[in-house]
C-alpha cells in the first residue's frame, strides 16, 4: 500500500517562495507517477502539477505556469512543488497524490497523501 506525506506547508507573503515535499512508501514509488493537487476553501479540488516516473512528461494547470516547478528524486521516493512569486489566489490545502495508471488525465491519481496547509497573505 502507497502512504503519501506532505510537508512545507505554512505561512508566507505574496511574491515569496515555498517548497512543499512529499515522501512516499514502498518500493514502487519510481514506477508511479506523482502529482500536486489543491483545494482552496469552498471550491472544488484542482489539479496543479504532475510528473511521470521518470521526469520526461511535465504538466501544469495554467494558473501557475512559469511559477511553479514539479521534480522528483526517485532515488528518496520523493517529489517536489517548488512554488515562486506566490499570490493570495495560491492560498489551498496542497495535497500529493501517485497514479499507477499513468500520468494523465489527472483523474488517474488514486493514492492521496493528508495535505499540506499553504496561506499566502500579507
Known amino acids: 500500500q502507497v502512504q503519501l506525506v506532505e510537508s512545507g506547508g505554512g505561512l508566507v507573503q505574496p511574491g515569496g517562495s515555498l517548497r512543499l515535499s512529499c515522501a512516499a512508501s514502498g518500493p514502487t514509488f519510481s514506477r508511479s507517477a506523482m502529482g500536486w493537487f489543491r483545494q482552496a476553501p469552498g471550491k472544488e479540488r484542482e489539479f496543479v502539477a504532475v510528473?511521470?516516473?521518470?521526469?520526461?512528461?511535465?504538466k501544469y494547470v495554467d494558473s501557475v505556469k512559469g511559477r511553479f516547478t514539479i521534480s522528483r528524486d526517485n532515488a528518496k521516493s520523493t517529489v517536489y512543488l517548488q512554488m515562486n512569486r506566490l499570490k493570495f489566489e495560491d492560498t489551498a490545502d496542497y495535497y500529493c497524490a501517485a497514479s499507477d495508471l499513468g500520468a494523465w488525465p489527472p483523474s488517474r491519481y488514486n493514492y492521496w497523501g493528508q495535505g499540506t496547509q499553504v496561506t499566502v497573505s500579507s
Open positions: 510528473i511521470s516516473r521518470y521526469g520526461a512528461s511535465i
